[in-house]
């Protein structure tokens, strides 16, 4: 695939846990998103979508950019800790 895309990946057999603290739609995006929606109010289904999808348009892409760095010492760290969660440690 890297080949082909210039995009190296970790073939699904040596991937990580599926964890939060893996993530990083989980520990970088989501959060992210969770925050700005706690400062809209919509009133319907409806409404919540279009906050969603304006919220995650609005979200700069240079912070998403500055999570994926940390993706391999937050591996490492959760191996080192035997799979429990590394969120509360400093990193």
């Given at each position: 695939?890297?080949?082909?895309?210039?995009?190296?990946?970790?073939?699904?057999?040596?991937?990580?846990?599926?964890?939060?603290?893996?993530?990083?739609m989980d520990?970088?995006?989501?959060?992210?998103?969770?925050?700005?929606?706690?400062?809209?109010?919509?009133?319907?289904?409806?409404?919540?979508?279009?906050?969603?999808?304006?919220?995650?348009?609005?979200?700069?892409?240079?912070?998403?950019?500055?999570?994926?760095?940390?993706?391999?010492?937050?591996?490492?760290?959760?191996?080192?800790?035997?799979?429990?969660?590394?969120?509360?440690?400093?990193?």
């Amino acid at each position: 695939m890297k080949t082909h895309t210039v995009i190296a990946y970790i073939p699904f057999q040596h991937s990580p846990a599926k964890s939060p603290d893996v993530s990083p739609m989980d520990y970088c995006a989501f959060g992210l998103l969770k925050r700005a929606l706690s400062k809209r109010k919509p009133t319907t289904i409806d409404g919540l979508w279009k906050v969603v999808e304006e919220e995650w348009k609005s979200m700069p892409l240079e912070i998403l950019r500055k999570a994926l760095p940390s993706w391999k010492s937050r591996c490492r760290l959760i191996v080192q800790k035997k799979g429990c969660h590394i969120e509360h440690l400093k990193q």
